[in-house]
Protein backbone atom coordinates (compact mmCIF):
# COMPACT_ATOMS: atom_id res chain seq x y z
CA UNK A 1 0.00 0.00 0.00
CA UNK A 2 1.62 3.36 -0.94
CA UNK A 3 1.11 6.15 1.17
CA UNK A 4 1.76 9.82 0.36
CA UNK A 5 1.84 12.94 2.80
CA UNK A 6 1.77 16.18 2.25
CA UNK A 7 2.73 19.07 4.44
CA UNK A 8 4.20 22.63 4.36
CA UNK A 9 0.76 24.25 3.83
CA UNK A 10 -0.68 27.47 5.51
CA UNK A 11 -1.63 31.25 5.26
CA UNK A 12 0.45 33.52 3.74
CA UNK A 13 -0.24 36.88 1.92
CA UNK A 14 -0.32 37.60 -1.11
CA UNK A 15 3.19 37.55 -2.79
CA UNK A 16 4.51 35.35 -0.43
CA UNK A 17 6.00 32.11 -0.52
CA UNK A 18 5.12 28.56 0.69
CA UNK A 19 6.98 25.26 0.25
CA UNK A 20 4.89 21.91 -0.03
CA UNK A 21 6.68 18.28 1.00
CA UNK A 22 5.05 15.49 0.18
CA UNK A 23 6.64 12.22 1.29
CA UNK A 24 5.79 8.81 0.22
CA UNK A 25 6.64 4.90 1.66
CA UNK A 26 4.86 2.00 -0.10
CA UNK A 27 6.98 1.38 -3.23
CA UNK A 28 10.06 2.09 -5.01
CA UNK A 29 9.57 6.16 -5.07
CA UNK A 30 12.23 6.89 -7.40
CA UNK A 31 10.31 5.02 -10.58
CA UNK A 32 7.68 6.68 -10.82
CA UNK A 33 6.83 10.20 -12.01
CA UNK A 34 4.68 12.35 -9.28
CA UNK A 35 2.98 15.21 -9.73
CA UNK A 36 1.03 17.72 -7.95
CA UNK A 37 -2.49 18.84 -8.02
CA UNK A 38 -5.16 21.67 -6.26
CA UNK A 39 -8.48 21.87 -5.93
CA UNK A 40 -10.18 24.80 -5.07
CA UNK A 41 -14.20 25.35 -3.65
CA UNK A 42 -16.45 24.72 -6.47
CA UNK A 43 -13.97 23.89 -8.70
CA UNK A 44 -12.50 20.53 -10.25
CA UNK A 45 -9.24 18.97 -9.19
CA UNK A 46 -6.26 20.92 -11.27
CA UNK A 47 -3.01 19.42 -12.74
CA UNK A 48 -0.32 21.89 -11.20
CA UNK A 49 2.99 20.67 -11.93
CA UNK A 50 4.74 16.62 -12.88
CA UNK A 51 8.11 15.77 -12.86
CA UNK A 52 9.85 12.75 -13.99
CA UNK A 53 10.87 9.63 -11.88
CA UNK A 54 15.02 10.42 -12.18
CA UNK A 55 13.90 14.09 -11.77
CA UNK A 56 15.07 15.71 -15.32
CA UNK A 57 11.97 16.56 -16.48
CA UNK A 58 9.15 19.01 -15.56
CA UNK A 59 6.15 20.56 -16.60
CA UNK A 60 3.97 23.00 -15.38
CA UNK A 61 0.62 24.52 -16.34
CA UNK A 62 0.70 27.98 -17.87
CA UNK A 63 -0.74 29.89 -14.60
CA UNK A 64 2.06 28.65 -12.12
CA UNK A 65 5.23 28.63 -14.35
CA UNK A 66 7.72 31.34 -13.15
CA UNK A 67 6.12 31.12 -9.66
CA UNK A 68 6.34 27.39 -8.49
CA UNK A 69 9.03 24.82 -9.13
CA UNK A 70 8.82 20.87 -8.43
CA UNK A 71 11.70 18.86 -7.60
CA UNK A 72 12.24 15.42 -6.17
CA UNK A 73 14.84 13.79 -3.64
CA UNK A 74 14.87 10.11 -4.30
CA UNK A 75 17.16 9.19 -1.34
CA UNK A 76 14.52 10.87 0.95
CA UNK A 77 11.59 9.45 -1.07
CA UNK A 78 10.26 13.09 -1.01
CA UNK A 79 8.70 15.63 -3.82
CA UNK A 80 8.39 19.20 -3.27
CA UNK A 81 6.48 22.08 -4.80
CA UNK A 82 8.30 25.43 -4.40
CA UNK A 83 5.59 28.18 -4.56
CA UNK A 84 6.33 31.97 -4.63
CA UNK A 85 4.87 35.30 -5.35
CA UNK A 86 1.60 33.07 -4.53
CA UNK A 87 -1.93 35.24 -5.70
CA UNK A 88 -5.05 34.56 -3.80
CA UNK A 89 -6.31 32.71 -7.14
CA UNK A 90 -3.65 30.02 -5.79
CA UNK A 91 -5.67 29.27 -2.96
CA UNK A 92 -7.06 25.25 -2.59
CA UNK A 93 -5.71 21.95 -1.41
CA UNK A 94 -2.91 20.98 -2.66
CA UNK A 95 -2.33 17.04 -3.93
CA UNK A 96 0.65 15.21 -4.23
CA UNK A 97 0.03 11.94 -6.40
CA UNK A 98 2.17 9.26 -7.96
CA UNK A 99 2.08 7.97 -11.83
CA UNK A 100 0.50 4.53 -11.46
CA UNK A 101 2.83 3.12 -14.31
CA UNK A 102 6.80 3.00 -13.33
CA UNK A 103 9.33 4.12 -15.69
CA UNK A 104 7.00 6.39 -17.66
CA UNK A 105 8.91 8.38 -20.47
CA UNK A 106 6.13 11.08 -20.56
CA UNK A 107 4.94 13.40 -17.85
CA UNK A 108 0.77 12.90 -17.72
CA UNK A 109 -1.32 15.85 -16.73
CA UNK A 110 -4.68 14.04 -16.25
CA UNK A 111 -5.71 12.73 -12.38
CA UNK A 112 -6.61 9.44 -14.39
CA UNK A 113 -2.95 8.68 -14.33
CA UNK A 114 -2.60 8.89 -10.98
CA UNK A 115 -3.51 6.39 -9.19
CA UNK A 116 -2.15 7.03 -5.45
CA UNK A 117 -3.07 10.54 -3.70
CA UNK A 118 -2.26 12.53 -0.65
CA UNK A 119 -4.69 13.32 1.85
CA UNK A 120 -4.15 16.93 0.74
CA UNK A 121 -2.89 20.08 2.33
CA UNK A 122 -4.95 23.72 2.47
CA UNK A 123 -3.14 26.61 0.81
CA UNK A 124 -4.45 30.11 1.56
CA UNK A 125 -3.37 33.14 -0.11
CA UNK A 126 -5.12 36.15 1.64
CA UNK A 127 -5.17 39.16 -0.63
Known amino acids: QVQLVESGGGLVQAGGSLRLSCAAS????????MGWFRQAPGKEREFIAAISWSGGSTYYRDSVKGRFTISRDNARNTVYLEMKSLKPEDTAVYYC????????????????????WGQGTQVTVSS
Open 26 to 33: GRTFSIYN
Open 97 to 116: AADRSPLRSVLRVSSAEYDY
